[in-house]
């Protein structure tokens, strides 16, 4: 069963009324006894038909008047026809539909000629989707570039429509199908508009189908967009899209090309049924493969990230879908009078028009990335029976911040010289190279595990001058004396998994981290299990992972940390590979735009992006207890002894199958704010709030080294899986 012609539908069709037939004009008559207001400007109408006929002779009203005459002595009084308009009770007499039709096309000629105006009256047209779907109908109607309209959309008009919706207000709560088939009523009342209001679905698929010459798809619904193309496929009918966003236009001549992959090939092998219910943020990274991350506007790139946000779905602009309707009538007509027309994606651009030529492109080229295997030297090495070498690449496991491995080794007499391999951050989480002390103390703390492992002795000889860190001296051992955490270098990982329900952590695993830390004198540590308190702890996260991706130079740091295709990652043995990042498809999308700086300044310019700092949020929120290293020093030598804690600890924490993860924004950021790092007002402001929330929920000094912030959940799983990050070589 159909929803053809529901009752909802049949209001937004007019009556036509005859004025040759009796049982019409009767009707006619109780219609305006009815109180209906009666509009009858045919003598006008016919006066424009007639200088619309003889154009060259330019009548006079004398002589127009005369034409009339002539014209209706021979068809009659009763000449024309009353069409009755139930939704506003207007009578409105007009022109019989050969000579309406006539008059209302005659500007169209010579760009339509009068040969072609017939052919195109005989084509059958749907659109399902009437947002830009009613501009594409009533630009159809306009020009009458068919004889027949079929509408489908199962939703009604709301006010945040009329942005773009040509409807009034007081049509608020009214199905789209019936608003647009009203508006073309009142312009031809003689084409013939099918509606249906429960829009298109696979059960409709003949009724809606059968005959039409081509298909418009404007609607939201992606499965429906599936099913719509492989229907109109298997019936060789072709289907037209715009998608509001730089006049971006699809043409799939499925007419033409039966065996044509449906959006051109970008979605692959997709089921419809996959499609069907997915929330605002799962369908992004299927639009985006529709419509092209690359070569979407900046403005829409920035707004996605605001969905749900402050914003509740994708926005559209009345000029953009003014622009969609004019190019999809443009397109259909050419395609209805058999010209050239070629399957593929084409642009109409506003945003380019009187734009200054010396601008940058609105999207800018990509290299690509060559895929080329990675293979440590260091590891290599490690088989060829020198124990330093096995010793470093050991030490190369050691986290570091962005896995930046801020570290080089070198080979000297009777040891190794650990020294600081400067990175090229500049942000505030950079700043006085405290992160990078983190992980040089890290991979010290690996290096000493690894040279107990190996039978040797080591001494730490600090040197501190320039880069030079520390030597590390090498002595047989007289027996082996391995540490218990050793083999846990490689099971050390960062677990960024995010359960809906956190399971607790023990008491007795929480005390034997706080053991490992302790073993460093100064090192000091802080558990939050309460589920309150890391609620409230990851409120500040978020709120300062918005503030460093809203910073310039802390943004380009963040992309730069992040190796974007395995093949980058595998070459450069450096940096967080996007496998890593434990993130669902939406996410990945939302991380790809927002890589983006001119997609991040829009956002700050607008004063927006409070969902940026959504992902590290969840990630405090999901965690079974978060713990933090402190130390009440802050120099560099304080740091780089938290580093060895934190590598003990993250160990330990492995020893427990219990995971870890960093969580370092907060910490660094706070401190640039203690220390007068540069950073702008509004900065200031909001780190100030965020320094006092995080003293009082830690219940910390206000002199101090904020060394790792960190989550722990229980991960055997996890940390048994193949290790997702590469290592540079970390020999000089």
């Known amino acids: 069963m159909t929803n053809e012609l529901s009752a909802a539908a049949r209001s937004g069709l007019a009556e036509i009324l005859r004025c040759d037939r009796e049982s019409d004009m009767a009707r006619v008559r109780g219609l305006k006894e009815d109180g209906c207001e009666a509009i009858d400007t045919l003598h006008a109408q016919l006066l424009d038909l007639m200088r619309t006929r003889e154009p060259r002779r330019k009548l006079d009203d004398a002589q127009a008047e005369q034409a009339v005459a002539a014209f209706l002595a021979e068809r009659g009084s009763a000449y024309g026809a009353w069409v009755h308009y139930p939704w506003s009770r207007r009578l409105v007499r007009v022109l019989e539909e050969a000579e309406f039709v006539s008059l209302r096309t005659d500007r169209n000629r010579h760009k339509?000629?009068?040969?072609?105006?017939?052919?195109?009256?005989?084509?059958k047209i749907g659109v399902v989707g009437l947002s830009v779907g009613q501009s594409v109908a009533l630009t159809l109607a306009s020009e009458r570039n068919c004889g027949e309209l079929r509408l489908a959309d199962f939703d009604t008009v709301e006010l945040s429509n009329l942005n773009r919706l040509r409807?009034?207000?007081?049509?608020?709560?009214?199905p789209k199908t019936v608003v647009a088939a009203r508006q073309i009523a009142e312009m031809d009342p003689y084409l013939k508009v099918v509606c249906f209001d429960r829009g298109y679905a696979a059960a409709d698929a003949e009724a809606f189908l059968h005959g039409l010459d081509a298909v418009v798809d404007e609607c939201d619904s992606l499965d429906v967009k599936l099913q719509l193309r492989e229907a109109a496929r298997s019936r060789g009918i072709p289907v037209l899209m715009n998608t509001s966003d730089r006049g971006m236009t699809d043409i799939e001549r499925f007419d033409l090309e039966p065996d044509r992959p449906l959006f051109h090939g970008r979605l692959g092998a997709v089921a419809p049924a996959s499609l069907a219910g997915l929330s605002t943020e799962e369908k992004i990274p299927v639009v985006l493969d529709i419509i092209g991350l690359e070569t979407s506007s900046l403005r829409l790139?920035?707004?996605?990230?605001?969905?749900?946000?402050?914003?509740?779905?994708?926005?559209?602009?009345?000029?953009?879908?003014?622009?969609?309707?004019?190019?999809?009538t443009d397109v259909v007509r050419r395609l209805m009078l058999g010209e050239p027309v070629r399957s593929g994606r084409y642009y109409f651009d506003l945003s380019e028009v009187g734009k200054d030529a010396s601008a940058p492109a609105s999207v800018p080229a990509q290299a690509p990335v060559a895929d080329a295997p990675h293979r440590s030297r260091a590891c290599a090495r490690a088989r060829d029976g020198d124990v330093r070498d096995r010793i470093v690449a050991d030490a190369s496991l050691a986290p570091s911040a962005g896995n930046a491995q801020p570290w080089e080794w070198i080979k000297t007499q009777g040891g190794l010289l650990l020294r600081h391999r400067r990175s090229a951050g500049r942000s505030m989480l950079y700043h006085e190279d405290r992160a990078a002390m983190v992980g040089l103390g890290a991979t010290l703390e690996s290096a000493l595990l690894s040279a107990r492992h190996h039978a040797h002795d080591a001494e730490v000889q600090w040197r501190w001058r320039g880069d030079d860190i520390a030597f590390v001296a090498l002595a047989a051992a007289s027996g082996e004396a391995s540490d218990a955490l050793y083999p846990q270098l490689f099971r050390r990982r960062s677990v960024r998994a995010r359960p809906s329900e956190a399971a607790p952590i023990a008491q007795t695993a929480l005390d034997a981290l706080d053991a490992q830390a302790r073993r460093f004198p100064g090192v000091e540590t802080r558990f939050l299990t309460d589920r309150k308190a890391i609620g409230a702890l990851a409120e500040l996260v978020g709120a300062a992972e918005r503030l460093r991706i809203l910073d310039p130079e802390s943004h380009a740091d963040m992309v730069n940390e992040i190796a974007w295709s395995n093949a980058e990652h595998?070459?450069?043995?450096?940096?967080?590979?996007?496998?890593?990042?434990?993130?669902?498809?939406?996410e990945v999308a939302g991380l790809k735009v927002l890589a983006d700086a001119r997609v991040v300044a829009r956002l700050a310019d607008w004063r927006l992006g409070g969902g940026l700092g959504k992902l590290a949020h969840d990630l405090v929120a999901s965690s079974s207890a978060m713990g933090l290293i402190w130390s009440p020093g802050d120099s560099c030598a304080d740091y780089l002894r938290g580093g060895r804690a934190l590598q003990r600890v993250w160990l330990e924490a492995a020893n427990w199958d219990i995971g870890l993860c960093?969580?370092?924004?907060?910490?660094?950021?706070?401190?640039?704010?203690?220390?007068?790092?540069?950073?702008?007002?509004?900065?200031?402001?909001?780190?100030?709030?965020?320094?006092q929330g995080f003293r009082e929920l830690l219940s910390l000094p206000q002199d101090r080294g904020d060394i790792a912030l960190f989550r722990l959940l229980p991960a055997a799983g996890e940390l048994d899986r193949p290790r997702a990050t590469h290592r540079r070589d970390a020999f000089s």
């Not at 409807?167 to 009214?174: N, S």
């Open 112 to 123: 339509i000629t009068a040969a072609e105006q017939a052919r195109l009256w005989s084509k």
């Open 167 to 174: 409807c009034g207000v007081h049509e608020l709560g009214l």
């Open 301 to 328: 790139r920035a707004s996605m990230l605001e969905i749900e946000q402050s914003i509740k779905t994708w926005p559209q602009l009345a000029s953009d879908v003014a622009l969609g309707g004019a190019v999809i």
């Open 570 to 586: 595998r070459r450069d043995g450096e940096g967080i590979p996007m496998q890593a990042l434990s993130l669902s498809a939406a």
């Open 662 to 691: 960093p969580v370092t924004s907060l910490c660094y950021l706070l401190r640039a704010l203690r220390r007068g790092g540069p950073m702008t007002a509004a900065q200031t402001e909001t780190l100030s709030a965020l320094e």
